[in-house]
């Protein structure tokens, strides 16, 4: 019988693994490669069972920084230290991540993010269609932010907000944060012999929280706080999370045997949210006009296609959030796929026509109706 264990991880279909910079990255001897492999070998278990697989590896900084002999080896570095490590660091874990998964018959791809990746939902399109085509062709992204380029006032600064965005972004089920903290205790632990560990997060009240302490090392930014943040990210997403230590051999495996950890239930209604968040959150830039068929289609829970287009207006771009009118009523909202200029030379057609005016690379969809709400 399959076990129903909230971290039986073989129900899962798609996951996000988040890696810490102390994991990855011994200060002294860099790369902690046989760790890495024991991972690479446990997210290939999770692929047999018919799940995808993405990592979000930290420890650019850490081991740009254990190879440049003039760096400080502890404290923080300054922003420019930290960018130029990063550029070091980097392109040593992305060759490492290949290496690893290479004997293993597995690509890998890389894919450096900054905050406007997935804050500026243009942006945030493209980087999710990307993810998806690596996904799709059974590599496994490996994602960290573009330290390099990232400014202070402009960056996440730590990877486990990161990853949750990432998770949400696609449609994840599941995101793993793996750092060297088992789980979320009811009180600092190092400081207080009372702490319990929690294994169940229904739901993060307040109460959740007031128990997240400040636990960074020097190696990795987040402490607690941010993984907190990031289980809010993921929850609200339709994502279930779980905090456990990495600090053994084959650490996913370790969870799946019902090792140590605390797991974050997902909002009862993930969808809605999402969509709430589609129609709730973000400014209007434009109108699409549809006909009776195309409402019918949406309200079915189907895409817009371009062939049920009417009438456009206003200067929109690919990405931005648009007004569904039909019969002179806003009817739905929904991310457009076309910027206004494309949309408007496709209003009306069907696909052969499309190819005919944009080229054999166009999206079938003038919005996906995962970027779409009936309001
Ligand atoms: N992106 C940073 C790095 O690769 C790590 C951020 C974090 O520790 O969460 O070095």
């Known amino acids: 019988m399959k076990s129903t264990l909230p971290t039986d991880l073989t129900r899962f279909r798609r996951i996000v693994i988040k890696v810490g910079s102390s994991l990855v990255v011994d200060p002294e001897t860099g790369v902690r490669r ?22 979000v590896s930290s420890g650019a900084i ?31 874990l992305g060759r490492t ?48 932010e573009n330290d390099t380029v990232a400014t202070n006032e402009i960056r996440y600064g730590d990877n486990d907000r990161l990853a949750a965005r990432v998770a949400t972004m696609v449609d994840a089920d599941l ?16 400081s207080d012999p009372n702490a319990k560990l929690i294994e169940l997060v229904p739901e993060i009240n307040d109460e959740i929280k007031a128990m997240a302490g ?30 456990a230590s990495g ?3 084959h650490p996913v495996s370790a969870i799946q045997s019902g090792g140590t950890c605390t797991f974050f239930s997902p909002a009862d209604k993930p969808v809605n949210q999402r969509k709430k968040w589609i129609a709730g959150g973000l400014g209007i830039d434009g109108q699409i006009e549809i006909d009776a068929g195309a409402w019918r289609a949406v309200q079915a829970g189907s895409s817009l296609l371009p062939a049920g287009v009417t009438n456009v207006s206003g200067a929109f771009s690919r990405g931005d959030t648009v007004e569904i009118v039909f019969e002179g009523k806003k009817v739905a909202c929904g991310l457009v796929q076309y910027d206004f200029k494309d949309a408007d030379r496709i209003a009306g057609m069907q696909s052969e026509g ?22």
């Open 247 to 249: 600090k053994k051999d």
């Open 97 to 144: 991540f290949d290496e690893i998964f290479g004997k293993l018959n597995v690509a890998t791809g890389l894919v450096l993010v900054t905050i406007g990746d997935t804050e500026t939902r243009r942006r945030y399109l493209n980087a999710r269609a990307t993810i998806n085509s690596l996904l799709e062709w059974q590599a496994v992204p490996i994602i960290n």
């Open 214 to 243: 400040e636990a960074a090392s020097n190696l990795s930014r987040g402490g607690m706080v941010t993984k907190i943040a990031a289980a809010q990210i993921a929850t609200n997403g339709g994502a279930a999370m779980i905090i």
């Open 354 to 375: 499309i190819e005919s005016v944009l080229g054999e690379n166009y999206r079938v969809e003038m919005i996906h109706r995962d970027d779409l709400v009936v309001v």
């Open 175 to 190: 995101l793993i944060l793996l750092s060297d903290i088992d789980g979320l205790y009811s009180a600092p632990p190092a």
């Open 34 to 55: 046989s760790w890495l492999e024991s991972l690479a070998a446990d997210a290939l278990k999770l692929r047999e069972h018919g799940a995808d697989v993405l990592i």
């Open 62 to 92: 850490a081991l740009g920084r254990n190879r440049i002999d003039s760096l400080p080896r502890d404290g923080k570095l300054s922003l420019a230290q930290s960018q130029a490590a990063a550029a070091i660091g980097q392109i040593a």
